[in-house]
């Protein structure tokens, strides 16, 4: 499954995680009382697609490798972008799989405890031995889930393949119960958490008084820091600075989040954040730095 790197740190172990939410299971008739499923209308165009593929595994952390080890899951999605995170269940053992396809689609929370939303599924296709739920967003499907039964090493109903979108594209009360920062360029869209976006420190490490900022993910991401209180001492690459000066050079990437601008450099040593009150430089974190 694929996670999300800036500059070679694991991002994610700085975002904080929501707690896992009791979901609600389909009953043997095919109803809800509400919670994991939402029982709302199929799309327009429902995916028409096989529920199966070949599946392919990739050595590498990259799009191309999230879309192939995600199947059929991730050709059901509606993304603005690309595939954010998926691939293919593991196994488990008798007694965790379920005894409905909504049980199956339980058991993916409960083994995989992904990053998506916890209600709000509809089945979007059916046959024999899988289903596929969806979660849409505006009618478009941003999470998919293909439950299979009683596969090799998964008795019962389980994940078989799943995917889902950019964060950002999900409903912001999703984003911001995750810890998700997700800026907007300057006509307020959303931008992918890929091209940036901001997360507060852990508490479990006592870095709640920092705030970090991760622009693009890779060898060619980097991660930033504020750090009013100098609880990174030794993580960074230089010393934040309250009250900056933009330097020659500097210009506008036109990245917002409420009244913060995003300024950078062309060495992209620093990121500066404008607000009304000055500017602040925000120095880069030194690579493999991090939260255990």
Known sequence: MRGFKAGGLAVAGIVTVATLVTVLVESEQGHTDGGLLAGGPAPATPYSGPLRVPHKEYDEDSPRATRA????????????????????????????????????????????????????????REEKGR????????????????????????????????????????????????????????HGRRLPVTTVH??????????????FLALGEGKKGALYAR???????????????????????????????????LWLTADRKKAYVRTPDGVEAWPAVKEGAGCE
């Open 69 to 124: 080890e995600s199947g059929a899951a991730g050709l059901a999605l509606e993304c603005d972008g690309d595939v954010f995170a998926g691939g293919f269940g593991g196994n488990w053992s008798a007694g965790d799989g379920g005894s409905t396809p909504a049980e199956g689609l339980e058991a993916y929370f409960e083994i995989e405890q992904p990053d998506v939303p916890r209600s709000g599924y509809r089945v979007e």
């Open 227 to 261: 750090d009013p209180q100098g609880v990174l001492s030794g993580l960074l690459t230089a010393p934040y600075d309250g009250d900056a000066t933009l330097p020659e050079g500097a210009r506008d990437t036109g990245y917002r989040h409420g009244e913060r601008q």
């Open 198 to 211: 901001g997360s507060e420190g852990s508490e479990h490490c006592g870095w709640q008084s920092a705030r």
């Open 131 to 186: 289903v596929l739920f969806s979660y849409d967003v505006d009618g478009r499907t941003k999470a998919a889930v293909v439950v299979a039964k009683d596969q090799p090493d998964r008795p019962g109903w389980g994940p078989e393949t799943t995917a889902s979108c950019d964060p950002a594209e999900f409903p912001a009360s999703f984003t911001d119960d995750l810890g998700w920062e997700i800026w907007t360029d300057g």
